[in-house]
Every structure is written in structure tokens, then in C-alpha cells.
């Protein structure tokens, strides 16, 4: 048994956020979703979304597609009504976290649950990810495409009036996991540091 099966608990897990419903997001955008997935697998990370249809799912795809581990954090508080009230899919998954919190708690819990967070097309509940992940200071990758929710993440920065030096602009999948994964990175050692002192 290797390190990293002996102590899987210190794997990255990187959260996929995204629009559910995705009739805005253009032509690239399942491509470009199943791209990311994929890629956070091939760069040993753990995918985790909010269990749900559209941006989030694609991304499970891709991420099962190359073999990886793919959890979902859902509104519901149980399977049932997960399926019947939430119409929220099963597929994809490797498991699912019913938390019973409804959206707004759930993506609390999802953006704190990981170690940094990729936000895709979306719409306004992936604008409270990133603003629940900005206000953590939570690495943030925002993977730019057809659609247009990096320009309105620009603007939200450049009107919130506050820096963070933790977000990452880029529209290649590839390129964003790697280097939010060399963010978090870099942030766990200097944690580690402060906690040493």
C-alpha cells in the first residue's frame, strides 16, 4: 500500500461549481466541464460538487470517464428527497453527502469541504460559491469559455473593492487545475508553518 492509498484523507479535493441548468453556457461547455473532471483526476485530486444536473455533473463524467473518485453534497437530507423533491441525479457519484441543509447551507458546506474551488458557466448559485469561497479565502479557479460568468466574476471583483491574491483566470482545464493545485499547495505548507510557530 502506497502513501497516498494509506493516507487518503490528504488528497486535494476540488470542488466543481457551475450552472444546473446550462441553456446559456454555449457550445464548449460540456467539453470543457468533462475536461476539467477529468484533469482533476489525472492530477490526483478528489472531484466534489454539489450533486447536481448541468456544470457539475459534465465534470463528474469526465472525472469517472478516467477512473476517479467523484463526491456529491446534495440539498436533500436523504436519497428520497434527493430524487423526488430535488430532482437531483445518482449518477456519476461515488457517493453522496445528504446534508438536509437546502442550497443556500450546502454550498457552505461544499466550498468548506474542499480545499479550493473551480467555478464554470454559471448562474446565481454559483456566483454565492465564489462568494462564500472569497469571503473563506478559498483558492479559486475560474475556467473562462463561451459563456459569460468570468466577465461578471471580474466585475463583482473590481466593484467588491477588496484584493485577494487567491484567484486564478484561465481557459485552458488543464492549465487551471494545475495551477490551483500548486496554490493549495503552497498555502498548506505555509499553514503548516504557522502552525509550527
Not at 68 to 75: D, Q, T, Y
Not at 79 to 102: A, S
Request: with cysteine; hydrophobic share 40%.
Amino acid at each position: 500500500m502506497d502513501e497516498t492509498e494509506k493516507h487518503g484523507h490528504k488528497k486535494i479535493k476540488l470542488c466543481v461549481s457551475g450552472a444546473a441548468e446550462t441553456g446559456h453556457c454555449g457550445p464548449d461547455a460540456m467539453d470543457k466541464a468533462k475536461e476539467l473532471g477529468r484533469e482533476i483526476v489525472r492530477q490526483g485530486a478528489v472531484l466534489v460538487t454539489g450533486a447536481t444536473t448541468g456544470f457539475p455533473m459534465w465534470s463528474s463524467m469526465g472525472a469517472k470517464e478516467v477512473g476517479g473518485i467523484s463526491v456529491g453534497l446534495s440539498p436533500a437530507a436523504t436519497e428520497k428527497e434527493h430524487i423526488e423533491v430535488y430532482r437531483l441525479p445518482m449518477d456519476y457519484m461515488d457517493l453522496i453527502i445528504y446534508t438536509g441543509f437546502g442550497f443556500q447551507m450546502r454550498d457552505i458546506l461544499l466550498t468548506r469541504s474542499s480545499d479550493a474551488i473551480l467555478l464554470g458557466c454559471g448562474r446565481i448559485g454559483t456566483i454565492h460559491e465564489f462568494t462564500v469561497a472569497f469571503e473563506d479565502r478559498r483558492p479559486i479557479g475560474i475556467l473562462e469559455g463561451s459563456w459569460d460568468t468570468a466577465e461578471t466574476f471580474k466585475t463583482i471583483l473590481e466593484r467588491g473593492h477588496r484584493e485577494n491574491p487567491y484567484i486564478i483566470f484561465d481557459s485552458d482545464p488543464k492549465r487551471l487545475v494545475t495551477r490551483v493545485i500548486e496554490m493549495v499547495k503552497k498555502r498548506k505548507v505555509a499553514e503548516l508553518d504557522l502552525a509550527k510557530k
